[in-house]
């Protein structure tokens, strides 16, 4: 008895220790980012730029969602939310530019991240390049040391962007 006790305690003291070098570590790390990557489809811009900007489909062809909730805008912006795996986030267009740039932005302020993705698409060898640039901060130690020593800060991007190839029945690999 006395035996396990002293195994119980220190399973917890071993657990403190490593939870408090990962908030010290991810405390140390900067709350900013800025990741890019991108990919070339064989596709048109206005075809890839439809595809994107119909955000009520996203669902069909990427499995980290279950919905997308289509919400009330604020003036005239356009906002959504996403319900996914890891939870609803929601979002606002802040720019628009049809075929070329979309730029949304993250609205809820609870989550312990923030920031924005940056959409560029351009012409390229008779198909697109879409490239996604993430602003992104991480104001939670925890989530800041998760996204830059385990899932890294491109795993979204990196997600989305392979998701978007294959909706057009194409393979690709984030660079």
Do not use: C
Not at 30 to 50: C, D, E, F, G, T
Not at 65 to 76: C, R, V
Request: glycine share 6%; hydrophobic share 40%.
């Amino acid at each position: 008895m006395k035996a396990a006790i002293i195994i119980a305690i220190s399973v917890v003291i071993v657990i403190l220790i490593v939870v408090g070098i990962i908030a010290l570590i991810g405390s140390r790390l900067p709350k900013a980012h800025v990741a890019s990557r991108s990919i070339l489809l064989h596709q048109s811009r206005a075809n890839v730029y439809a595809t994107i900007r119909d955000f009520s489909s996203a669902p069909s062809w990427r499995t980290d969602l279950k919905s997308i909730e289509l919400l009330e805008s604020a003036g005239n912006k356009v906002r959504f939310r996403e319900h996914g795996k890891n939870g609803d986030v929601t979002y606002e267009v802040d720019e628009d530019v049809s075929g070329q740039r979309l730029v949304t932005r993250i609205v809820d302020t609870d989550l312990g991240y923030s920031g924005r993705w940056v959409y560029q698409l351009a012409d390229e060898n008779n198909g697109t390049r879409v490239t996604i640039t993430e602003e992104g901060e991480v104001s939670n130690v925890f989530f800041r040391f998760m996204s830059r020593y385990i899932f890294g800060h491109t795993a979204t991007i990196d997600s989305y962007l392979t998701a978007l190839a294959a909706r057009f029945g194409e393979t690709a690999t984030p660079q």
